[in-house]
Nanobody, 122 residues
Framework: QVQLVESGGGLVESGGSLRLSCAAS????????MGWFRQAPGKEREFVGV????????FYGDPVKGRFTISRDRAKNTVYLQMNSLKPEDTAVYYC???????????????WGQGTQVTVSS
């Protein structure tokens, strides 16, 4: 079993930056892919990006390309989502997720954190 805990959410002005963290514990494995998703009220859960735990390869969804960056600290079992040039449409609950060789669909992931709220004011 894997436990994921997000942190770092909050209120930020449009154009600002925020960094989210996702700490993993339990039976983690280097074979995991660590994904970030977000969900705004009344909208479907949206893929943000993913990083492979072992190699650090990343892939991002179109809405955040060029603005968001995913990284990991293997020693701390933590992944990060650095969000720059934030827009009001980035407002959502952000979730981290883990799975085995997963892709960009939420259904490809097996473990989820509780989510952290990010609000971008206009």
């Amino acid at each position: 079993q894997v436990q994921l805990v997000e942190s770092g959410g909050g209120l930020v002005e449009s154009g600002g930056s925020l960094r989210l963290s996702c700490a993993a514990s339990g039976r983690t494995t280097s074979s995991f892919a660590m994904g970030w998703f977000r969900q705004a009220p009344g909208k479907e859960r949206e893929f943000v990006g993913v990083i492979s735990w072992s190699g650090g390869n990343t892939f991002y969804g179109d809405p955040v390309k060029g603005r968001f960056t995913i990284s990991r600290d293997r020693a701390k079992n933590t992944v990060y989502l650095q969000m720059n040039s934030l827009k009001p449409e980035d407002t959502a609950v952000y979730y981290c997720a883990a799975g085995w060789g997963t892709r960009s669909s939420q259904y490809d992931y097996d473990y989820w954190g509780q989510g952290t709220q990010v609000t971008v004011s206009s």
